[in-house]
């Protein structure tokens, strides 16, 4: 790799940390940049993964006060993502590259819309309970574990606009701050990226530099997007959430 190429790489990955922390779909900054580079496909997918997990760790330090009380939340869908995250693992080592590829664009569309309709849809449901005389189940319930951990085996497979979707499904069924929520999907994106890139590491093979310059960049940009992220207000933060998506879908199709 030239100087040049390690450069683009890092800038790369500072840009992927940033908006991972943010919003999510960091990988749709470095994938394109690794291929560009020269590495194959399968090998870029493995050392993206493992390069970006520092930055969703610092990601998460970055949000701890919207952490704080979601320690039982954490336990719950953490050990969903980790199995799920496993899977996608194991599924990217034994499947045909292009999979995913049908079905990925449409499941961001989706989570795109619930963003979008969160307010109005929780509202509704809140209407309805309060007409039935129910509450909402704790902690989202069975729908929203199963949910994310069907997310995490895509974002252990390659990981476009997992963030998005984790917030969609946490935005619809859990009565909580979209920032609270931000940082529980930076916990569990970090989960779901570190199962697979152990699982990476065993059987798969890595690109050492391309990794450690990823790790670097992405590490910066989850302090930089913990910043800038907990600033923005609920509004922009959904607007964000819908720009990035979109662009997301563009990228996934013409890929």
Not at 85 to 100: C, E, H
Not at 119 to 142: C, D, K, N, Y
Not at 156 to 183: H, K, W
Request: aromatic share 4%.
């Amino acid at each position: 790799m030239s100087p040049a190429q390690a450069l683009a790489v890092f800038a790369a990955s500072a840009g992927a940390g940033t908006i991972n922390t943010i919003v999510g779909s960091g990988t749709l900054i470095t994938f394109p940049v690794l291929l560009a580079v020269g590495l194959p496909p399968v090998t870029a997918n493995v050392s993206n993964t493992l390069g970006l997990v520092p930055g969703s760790v610092t990601g998460a330090i970055g949000y701890r006060r919207e952490l704080a009380g979601q320690r039982p939340r954490v336990l719950r869908f953490g050990a969903a993502c980790l199995a799920g995250g496993a899977t996608g693992a194991i599924l990217l080592v034994t499947l045909p590259s292009k999979a995913f590829d049908a079905i990925v664009p449409a499941l961001v569309a989706v989570a795109l819309v619930l963003v979008v309709l969160q307010p109005r849809l929780s509202r509704a449901l809140q209407a309805r309970r309060e007409r039935e005389g129910t509450t909402a189940p704790l902690h989202g319930g069975a729908l929203l574990t199963a949910g994310l951990a069907l997310a995490s085996v895509y974002g252990g497979y390659f990981g476009a606009a997992q963030g998005v979707i984790y917030l969609s499904l946490m935005g619809l069924l859990l009565d909580d701050t979209l920032q609270r929520l931000n940082g529980l999907k930076n916990v569990l994106a970090a989960l779901v990226n570190g199962v697979a890139a152990v699982l990476f590491i065993i059987v798969a093979h890595m690109d050492w530099a391309a990794v450690g310059l990823i790790a670097a960049g992405a590490t910066l940009g989850g302090v930089i997007g913990a910043r800038v992220g907990r600033r923005l207000p609920p509004t922009a933060l959904r607007a964000l959430i819908v720009v990035v998506g979109v662009v997301a879908i563009v990228q996934l199709i013409l890929r």
